[in-house]
């Protein structure tokens, strides 16, 4: 099958639309078949990692977030079809933490992974979550020395597999690790290194049938090169093959893997030239004795490298990344969308007039896509994420675009208060915001009231049932958003 290049171009600006037709952005019913942007965070720095794409339309979105100038949390939030705040957690009671990967456990929970710093010590942090945001169990994992986490996958027995890297105890050199624990507490069961005898890290970590599949890169700084080896285990860490790929002239940098309905491997990610300033686009289909069916190295001009790819049921696979600063004679960098099936396939551009740099991609319910990154469109000195939604046209909607900022930090200017909150019946609603429409939803992204002003600053819930809601006002220059608990 041979796919068309669907090129959409990024000089189409992005429009900050804050007037609000209820139904066209908080309706369950919009979810079908639609294309939009949102954009999330505050003050500072926002990045977007990974996104998973529930059966009822709604997402789990996972990024990095610094507020105040503080040094860094993780930052968990679900949004409705329409890409408004359900709920969202904070992983914020360590020195620094950062996440890096995000993927399903079972059908009512996932898994995250990534970085926390400790009392000046650098560790693999892992957590499980219920789609509702509840954490189940979290784990902090590591030696002595520096430790980094970059990617996880459960398997059928309901083990947890967590790769990254270690500094050892006698050189500067790194050695990939790979992390066996129970799904149902976060308990490790096992522990390897793995030396091959320069810089290595474990990138990421799949299944495939019945085994494992690592990528690990492994440096060698005196010769200036990288190489990347995917390899394929048992459950025992056996090694059954490995493939390099890489010279002494050309770095290989391998992110991801994927299976299709055929059981073949996909692997994703970059290569670089000795003599070239940036990486070009790689990825390669190969069988499970390791065989290389076909790869293409370059060829989707503008595409420097795949960081995730999502499969379909009938084996086309997408992969995203950023595209190269200025390919399309606007300066900056897009997402790149790569859809490919059997060595050919046609890339597409989604992005706005500022750096975009895209990091994850999922199969939405509705036969579209959904792709998470960060802009730096927003506004001057933030780094927002960005959220896209393609229909199965893959059709790209920047006309509407809202902008939510984190419900937290919306307090800590005392720019939005309620009181009480808690509250039996009624709020009494104290703001500095200059708004124009205020609209009350449930945590179901339902409408419960909307208006252009709160008469007498009071909000009355009586007649609604206990739970969460939210207060959003909405000004010419964002949403702000905080929680309403009504507790009867």
């Keep these: 099958m041979v796919f068309t290049p669907v090129f959409i171009s990024n000089s189409q600006k992005m429009k900050v639309v804050f007037s609000i037709s209820l139904l066209f952005i908080l309706g369950l019913s919009f979810a079908q078949n639609s294309s939009f942007i949102r954009t999330y965070g505050g003050s500072d720095f926002n990045y977007g990692k990974g996104i998973l794409a529930l059966p009822d339309t709604s997402y789990i979105i996972c990024g990095n977030r610094s507020v105040g100038g503080s040094n860094g949390s993780i930052w968990l939030f679900r949004v409705d079809s329409a890409g408004a705040f359900i709920w969202e957690k904070y992983i914020n009671t360590y020195d620094i933490a950062t996440v890096e990967d995000i993927t399903w456990f079972n059908d009512t929970s996932f898994l995250i992974c990534?970085?926390?710093?400790?009392?000046?010590?650098?560790?693999?942090?892992?957590?499980?979550?219920?789609?509702?945001?509840?954490?189940?169990?979290e784990k902090v994992l590591g030696t002595?020395?520096?430790?980094?986490?970059?990617?996880?996958?459960?398997?059928?027995?309901?083990?947890?597999?967590?790769?990254?890297?270690?500094?050892?105890?006698?050189?500067?050199?790194?050695?990939?690790?790979?992390?066996?624990?129970?799904?149902?507490?976060?308990?490790?069961?096992?522990?390897?290194?793995?030396?091959?005898?320069?810089?290595?890290?474990?990138?990421?970590?799949?299944?495939?049938?019945?085994?494992?599949?690592?990528?690990?890169?492994?440096?060698d700084i005196n010769n200036d090169s990288c190489i990347s080896t995917v390899l394929y285990m048992d459950k025992l860490l056996n090694v059954k093959w490995s493939i390099p790929f890489g010279s002494d002239s050309v770095d290989y940098y391998l992110r991801c893997t994927g299976e299709d309905s055929y059981h073949r491997l996909w692997v994703g990610g970059g290569y670089k030239n000795d003599t070239s300033s940036h990486e070009s686009y790689y990825f390669a289909c190969l069988d499970t004795s390791g065989f290389v069916i076909f790869d293409r190295a370059g060829g989707y001009y503008g595409s420097l490298y795949v960081n995730r790819m999502a499969i379909n049921d009938k084996s086309v696979v997408y992969t995203l990344g950023p595209t190269l600063d200025g390919y399309l004679s606007f300066g900056n960098s897009d997402y790149g969308l790569v859809i490919d099936s059997s060595g050919y396939g046609?890339?597409?551009?989604?992005?706005?007039?500022?750096?975009?740099?895209?990091?994850?991609?999922?199969?939405?319910?509705?036969g579209g896509l959904v792709m998470i990154g960060s802009t730096e469109n927003y506004t001057s000195n933030v780094t927002s994420i960005l959220l896209i939604k393609l229909d199965s046209t893959h059709t790209y909607n920047d006309g509407d675009h809202i902008h939510y900022a984190h419900i937290d930090e919306n307090n800590f200017g005392n720019e939005i208060s309620a009181f009480p909150n808690p509250s039996r019946d009624r709020f009494f609603i104290h703001t500095k915001v200059n708004y124009s429409h205020f609209i009350i939803s449930n945590i179901y992204g339902q409408t419960i009231r909307e208006g252009d002003e709160i008469s007498n600053s009071e909000i009355d819930l009586s007649n609604e049932a206990n739970g969460l809601y939210f207060l959003s006002l909405i000004s010419k220059e964002k949403i702000h958003t905080i929680k309403l608990l009504l507790q009867k």
């Design 144 to 219: 002595p020395s520096w430790d980094f986490g970059k990617s996880l996958v459960s398997d059928l027995a309901s083990n947890v597999w967590v790769t990254g890297y270690s500094f050892p105890y006698d050189t500067f050199n790194t050695d990939a690790v790979i992390y066996k624990l129970s799904g149902n507490n976060g308990d490790s069961l096992m522990y390897v290194r793995l030396d091959f005898a320069y810089t290595d890290k474990g990138t990421y970590i799949d299944t495939l049938a019945s085994s494992l599949v690592l990528t690990a890169q492994s440096t």
């Design 114 to 137: 990534g970085t926390v710093l400790l009392n000046s010590d650098y560790q693999i942090y892992a957590a499980k979550y219920s789609i509702d945001g509840e954490q189940l169990w």
């Design 346 to 366: 046609g890339i597409a551009y989604y992005g706005e007039v500022q750096n975009d740099y895209g990091e994850d991609v999922a199969l939405a319910t509705d």
